[in-house]
Every structure is written in structure tokens, then in C-alpha cells.
């Protein structure tokens, strides 16, 4: 089931994004920033135990970023993370969001679902604000995507 985030998911949100983390495959979140960001988020569950996140951060009139979509690697190939792409895609649209964007290694999923890379200077200046506190600053080197929606 996809639901919208709490804050008692947010430990298990940080364990998962860790897992991907440590793998290089996604940046670090804090804890402390995950509760700063406790309503952007949505969960795909199972009772109580969180299997997958992602989280939809609004940061301009028009544009949101998708961003922490992971799934635990033994539920992976489920198609859960397309369904929290979609429920995600789906709150921004009630927002009337117009873009969405995203920062991720892996395009390939990405491009599944309607987002095309592009380069990293057709983004708003404000959301850069997180990457100066993001250990691979200045030197990113993840891939920008954006969907019109």
C-alpha cells in the first residue's frame, strides 16, 4: 500500500536510504533532515514495515524534485518504485506542478517513465541551496533528468 510518509516511518526510510548510500548509488540523507522533510514523502508498506520511499520536494511555482526513491533490494523488480514515481507524479500534478525533475544515477529507470536528461544549467539556481551542504560539492556528478507533466 502507498500512503504519505509519518514521522514514525522515518527511521525506517533513513535505513533504507542508507543501504543505497553505502553503494554509492544515492546521496546520504541525514535523519534530522528526513524529519525536516517528513511531508514529502510517501511510503510503499506492508503493516508497519516500509519496503520503499520517495519524496516529492516543491522548490519553485512550477517545479518539484523527485528524489530518495529507493526500494529494499529484496523487493526490488516489483515495479514498487514505478508506483511510488506515479503516486508521487500524481500529488504534484494536485500541486500544479508543470516540471519535475531528478538527480540520479540511474537514468535508465527514469527514462521508463517519461524523463529525459538534460543539463544540469536548465534547472533553477534554488535548488542548488542542498548541494552546498552535499559531500560531492562542487563535483556532482549525478545525472539531471526533467519530465513536463
Same mark, same amino acid.
Given at each position: 500500500?502507498?500512503?504519505?510518509?509519518?514521522?514514525?516511518?522515518? $527511521?525506517? @526510510?533513513?535505513?533504507? #536510504?542508507q543501504? &543505497? !548510500?553505502?553503494?554509492?548509488? =544515492?546521496?546520504?540523507?541525514?535523519?534530522?533532515?528526513?524529519?525536516?522533510?517528513?511531508?514529502?514523502f510517501?511510503?510503499?508498506?506492508?503493516?508497519?514495515?516500509?519496503i520503499?520511499?520517495?519524496?516529492?520536494?516543491?522548490c519553485?511555482?512550477?517545479?518539484?524534485?523527485?528524489?530518495?526513491?529507493?526500494?529494499?533490494?529484496?523487493?526490488?523488480? $516489483?515495479? @514498487?518504485?514505478?508506483? #511510488?514515481?506515479? &503516486? !508521487?507524479?500524481?500529488?504534484? =500534478?494536485k500541486?500544479?506542478i508543470?516540471?519535475?525533475?531528478?538527480?540520479?544515477?540511474v537514468?535508465?529507470?527514469?527514462?521508463?517513465?517519461?524523463?529525459?536528461?538534460?543539463?544540469?544549467?536548465?534547472?533553477?539556481q534554488?535548488?542548488?541551496?542542498?548541494?552546498?551542504?552535499?559531500?560531492?560539492?562542487?563535483?556532482?556528478?549525478?545525472?539531471?533528468?526533467?519530465?513536463?507533466?
Open positions: 500500500m502507498i500512503r504519505k510518509a509519518t514521522v514514525a516511518d522515518m $527511521k525506517q @526510510i533513513h535505513r533504507i #536510504l543501504i &543505497f !548510500s553505502a553503494q554509492g548509488t =544515492l546521496l546520504p540523507r541525514s535523519l534530522m533532515a528526513l524529519y525536516d522533510h517528513v511531508r514529502d510517501c511510503v510503499y508498506a506492508e503493516g508497519e514495515d516500509v520503499g520511499c520517495c519524496g516529492l520536494q516543491i519553485w511555482e512550477d517545479m518539484a524534485e523527485i528524489r530518495s526513491l529507493a526500494v529494499k533490494p529484496e523487493h526490488q523488480h $516489483k515495479k @514498487i518504485g514505478s508506483h #511510488l514515481l506515479e &503516486f !508521487s507524479m500524481e500529488e504534484a =500534478l500541486f500544479k508543470k516540471k519535475l525533475f531528478t538527480l540520479t544515477y537514468p535508465q529507470f527514469f527514462e521508463l517513465h517519461g524523463f529525459a536528461v538534460v543539463d544540469k544549467s536548465e534547472l533553477p534554488k535548488i542548488w541551496a542542498d548541494c552546498i551542504n552535499c559531500v560531492k560539492f562542487p563535483d556532482c556528478d549525478e545525472i539531471a533528468m526533467l519530465r513536463h507533466i
